[in-house]
């Protein structure tokens, strides 16, 4: 089961947010366009989705390897020198990261200490503040996996996993 969460949790999650970003809208185009009325609710229950959207996916992309970047002269590195390329964007991705995740702290515990709320939703705005800190803990763990693996292959000489070519 946790070899399963593991391999699908942000797919699972990201398909959650999708579906409730894609049917909120859906119901506040026909309310504004039938009925001429729309909420700030809908509004913001899709802002904030698309938030965690992002977040989530970042880690996602992070897993998959989908992130962009440029390869072309990885075309030409053994298996060894990409794997220690590899290995070094991974640890410079996650001290960015985990300063991020330091700080987006901050935000959410100002919000948790001085009791803010969403204007047309009137929750906690440390709900939809805590997608950022979460987002980096995902990324942090997606690359302490990655790390795993590339130190893996760098000491077997095996080919790095290098994801999936879009243009192939």
Do not use: C
């Amino acid at each position: 089961m946790l070899k399963t969460l593991d391999e699908n949790a942000e797919r699972w999650a990201l398909l959650v947010f999708y579906v409730i970003l894609v049917a909120t809208m859906a119901v506040e185009v026909i309310r504004r366009e039938a009925f001429a009325y729309s909420s700030i609710w809908g509004e913001e229950i899709v802002r904030y989705s698309f938030i965690y959207l992002a977040w989530i996916g970042a880690a996602s992309a992070v897993r998959e390897r989908a992130h962009i970047r440029i390869d072309v002269i990885l075309h030409y590195l053994g298996a060894r020198s990409k794997a220690a390329i590899y290995i070094l964007g991974d640890l410079v991705m996650l001290v960015v990261a985990l300063i991020a995740l330091y700080w987006s702290f901050e935000t959410v515990t100002v919000s948790w200490k001085f009791g803010s709320v969403s204007h047309g939703l009137r929750i906690s705005m440390v709900w939809f503040l805590a997608a950022v800190p979460i987002g980096f803990a995902l990324l942090v763990y997606r690359l302490l996996q990655s790390l795993r693996h590339d130190f893996h292959s760098l000491r077997t000489g095996q080919p790095v996993f290098e994801g999936n070519k879009l243009f192939d």
